[in-house]
C-alpha cells in the first residue's frame, strides 16, 4: 500500500532551519555534518534532497568523519544518488580538513 507522505522541500523550511542561511546567520559550527556535507555536494537526486542522501550516509558511519575520510571513492560509488562528482567533493572535503 503506497502513502502519500509530504514531500521534503527546503523552501517549506523556516528560513533559520535552511542549512545555507543557517551558515551565514550562525555560523558554521551551528550545522550538523549531514548539513555541511549536503551544502558541499549542492544537490542529491531524483526522489531525495542533499540533507536527506548525506543524512543517510553519515548516519551508516556512526557520523564519524574519521569513517567518512576513510572510505574510498569506490566505496562512495556504491551509494545511490553519489556519483563520480560528488564521491570526489566528499574526498576533497575530507583531504582539506585533515591538511589544516
Given at each position: 500500500m503506497k502513502t502519500n507522505?509530504?514531500?521534503f522541500m527546503l523552501k517549506?523550511?523556516?528560513?533559520?532551519?535552511?542549512?545555507?542561511?543557517?551558515?551565514?546567520s550562525q555560523g558554521p559550527?551551528?550545522?550538523s555534518n549531514s548539513?555541511?556535507?549536503?551544502?558541499l555536494i549542492g544537490?542529491?537526486?531524483?526522489?531525495?534532497?542533499?540533507?536527506?542522501?548525506?543524512h543517510r550516509l553519515v548516519v551508516s558511519l556512526d557520523n564519524d568523519?574519521?569513517?567518512l575520510h576513510r572510505i574510498s571513492i569506490e566505496k562512495l560509488l556504491l551509494w545511490k544518488g553519489i556519483g563520480p562528482a560528488k564521491a570526489?567533493?566528499?574526498?576533497?572535503?575530507m583531504e582539506l580538513g585533515k591538511r589544516i
Open positions: 507522505l509530504p514531500k517549506n523550511w523556516s528560513v533559520e532551519e535552511r542549512p545555507r542561511e543557517k551558515l551565514i559550527q551551528h550545522l548539513e555541511l556535507l549536503a551544502l544537490i542529491g537526486n531524483q526522489g531525495e534532497k542533499a540533507i536527506q542522501l548525506m568523519l574519521i569513517k570526489v567533493k566528499i574526498k576533497v572535503a
